[in-house]
């Protein structure tokens, strides 16, 4: 019943993702999603410390792409300061954009992973596609109004994974 909004992994940062581990299961391409998982909600401006790791992920030989609900200028604007592609307008958890992602990146579902702050969006939209799912805790409490609501019902969620064990 869970398996959809449960993730393969848990981080706290995106640093603690262990690259050499996805390296060894196969993955390929890394979709990340854009607010407060890449950078704060609301802010332009793609933090130096994160901008250096992604480049340093594309540098090793990962395809990147991001994936966002938010419009086009919003996304592009960072797409292009790293020079990967994006999916604006993503309506997560919708198959769509996540499938545009893995066709952009030439690869397989079983090929790429997807790293995001969000168990409704992020989440169950990798798993509905076969991802790999990392969930990483957001960059920041600031967030939209709708993120707000259902961030209440994902820390019941997040509960109950962690006392069925599903989640550490």
Same mark, same amino acid.
Request: aromatic residues 8%; glycine residues 8%; positive net charge.
């Given at each position: ?9 848990? @981080? ?32 332009? !401006? ?17 395809? @990147?792409?991001? @994936? ?6 919003? !996304?592009?604007?960072?797409?292009? %300061? ?25 690869? *397989?579902? %079983? ?11 992020? @989440? ?22 709708? *993120? ?21």
């Amino acid at each position: 019943m869970y398996r959809l909004i449960c993730p393969r992994q848990a @981080v706290g940062s995106l640093g603690d993702i262990r690259l050499d581990e996805l390296y060894s299961m196969g993955i390929r391409g890394l979709i990340f999603d854009l607010d407060n998982t890449i950078i704060p909600w609301g802010s332009t !401006v793609l933090p130096s410390h994160i901008a250096e790791w992604l480049k340093g992920i594309i540098n090793s030989g990962y395809k @990147v792409c991001l @994936v966002s609900n938010n419009r086009q200028d919003r !996304v592009e604007s960072v797409a292009q %300061a790293l020079n990967i592609p994006y999916v604006p307008r993503a309506y997560k958890p919708a198959k769509t954009g996540f499938r545009r992602a893995v066709g952009l990146m030439c690869l *397989t579902p %079983a090929e790429v992973a997807v790293i995001g702050d969000q168990l409704f969006t992020d @989440v169950l939209g990798g798993n509905r596609m076969g991802l790999f799912t990392i969930w990483v805790s957001p960059l920041s409490s600031r967030e939209f109004i709708g *993120t707000k609501l259902s961030r209440q019902l994902e820390k019941l969620i997040i509960y109950i994974l962690k006392n069925k064990g599903l989640l550490k």
